[in-house]
C-alpha cells in the first residue's frame, strides 16, 4: 500500500484528489494539507511514501516544503502537482530535491502510475516538463563576459581623471584611434554604452578605485 499525503490550498483539489485516490486499490490517503508549512509537519506525524505537492500556496511555497521534506525525511519522495509549467517553477522543483513533476490535467491513469513510479523511487515529468528540461540542457550557457585588459583598465581610469582620447594617447604613448579601441572594447565587455557609465561600472565592480581613495 502506497501512504501518500496531498498537498493543495484550494479545499476542492485537495477533496477531489483524496477521493480519486481512496478507491485505489494500492493507495491510501494518509492525510490533507494547505499550505507547505502544513505538510512538513503532517510528512513527520503520517510518514507518507509519497507527497502529492502543488506549488503555489499560502505560508510556505511548495518548492520550499518540497526542500524541507526531502531534507529531513529522505524515504519520503514528493511529486509536484500543478498547473504551472514555466522554466522557474520546474527548474526550482527540480533543484529542491522533487521526485516528479505533473500538471494538474494529467489523466487519472497517468497520475496513478506516475505515484507509484514515484514510490518506486523513479523520476516522473510530465511530456511538456520534460521537453522544456530537455531545452534548458541543450541551451549552452552564455559566455562568461571578459575582463578588462590591464591596459584598457589604464585607460579607463585616465577617462576616469577626465582626460580626453588626445590627452590619455599622449599620456599613455599610444595612438587616439587605440584610445577609442580600448574604450570600444570595455564598452563591450561592462555592457555600458558611454564613458561615463563604463567608469561608474568599474567602480561598482571594483575594476577602479572609489573617487577619493
Do not use: C, W
Request: proline residues 7%; hydrophobic residues 45%; charged residues 25%.
Amino acid at each position: 500500500m502506497i501512504r501518500v499525503l496531498v498537498v493543495d490550498d484550494h479545499p476542492v483539489v485537495r477533496s477531489g484528489l483524496t477521493g480519486m485516490l481512496s478507491v485505489t486499490e494500492d493507495i491510501s490517503v494518509v492525510g490533507e494539507a494547505g499550505d507547505g508549512s502544513e505538510a512538513v509537519a503532517l510528512v513527520e506525524s503520517t510518514r507518507p511514501d509519497v507527497v502529492l505537492m502543488d506549488l503555489r500556496m499560502p505560508r510556505m511555497d511548495g518548492v520550499t516544503a518540497t526542500g524541507a521534506i526531502v531534507s529531513g525525511y529522505p524515504s519520503t519522495r514528493v511529486l509536484v502537482l500543478t498547473t504551472y509549467d514555466t522554466d522557474t517553477d520546474i527548474l526550482h522543483a527540480v533543484e529542491a530535491g522533487a521526485a516528479g513533476y505533473l500538471l494538474k490535467d494529467t489523466p487519472h491513469a497517468e497520475l496513478l502510475n506516475g505515484i507509484r513510479a514515484a514510490a518506486r523511487g523513479e523520476t516522473v515529468l510530465a511530456p511538456p516538463v520534460a521537453a522544456r528540461l530537455m531545452s534548458r540542457l541543450r541551451t549552452p550557457p552564455a559566455p562568461a563576459a571578459a575582463s578588462p585588459s590591464p591596459r584598457e583598465l589604464e585607460v579607463l581610469a585616465a577617462v576616469a581623471r577626465g582626460l580626453s582620447n588626445a590627452e590619455i594617447g599622449r599620456e599613455l604613448f599610444i595612438g587616439e584611434a587605440t584610445v577609442k579601441t580600448h574604450l570600444q572594447r570595455l564598452f563591450a565587455k561592462l555592457d555600458v554604452d558611454d564613458r561615463t557609465r563604463a567608469v561608474t561600472v568599474a567602480i561598482e565592480r571594483g575594476l577602479l578605485p572609489s573617487p577619493g581613495r
